[in-house]
Nanobody
């Protein structure tokens, strides 16, 4: 499995921006579809964005489309989530994941990061 470490979370005012990073260890990083999920207090974890192993295909949840951008740099074993025009409802713990099939992480072969807190104040 791939080990994942997120960074870049923090506190930002509504309308602001943040960029999350997810650095992976393991030589097979380039073969994994990657994604971002989030979990707000009292809610279930939800899909945010995904990117194919080549970086040529992306997918976004309706709630973030047009505001968030997912990208990957295989040379750095890193996936990014650029978040613009942030809203208070974007407040959540954001998780990086590897080994997606569509919008879900494949049980047994996928990996999760430890999560990073994003708080958007109104």
């Amino acid at each position: 499995q791939v080990q994942l470490v997120e960074s870049g979370g923090g506190l930002v005012q509504a309308g602001g921006s943040l960029r999350l990073s997810c650095t992976a260890s393991g030589r097979t990083f380039g073969s994994y579809p990657m994604g971002w999920f989030r979990q707000a207090p009292g809610k279930e974890r939800e899909f945010v964005a995904a990117i194919s192993w080549s970086g040529g295909s992306t997918d976004y949840a309706r709630s973030v489309k047009g505001r968030f951008t997912v990208s990957r740099d295989s040379a750095k074993n890193t996936v990014y989530l650029q978040m613009n025009s942030l809203k208070p409802e974007d407040t959540a713990v954001y998780y990086c994941a590897a080994g997606l099939s569509g919008r879900t992480v494949v049980p047994g072969t996928g990996s999760w990061g430890q999560g990073t807190q994003v708080t958007v104040s109104s």
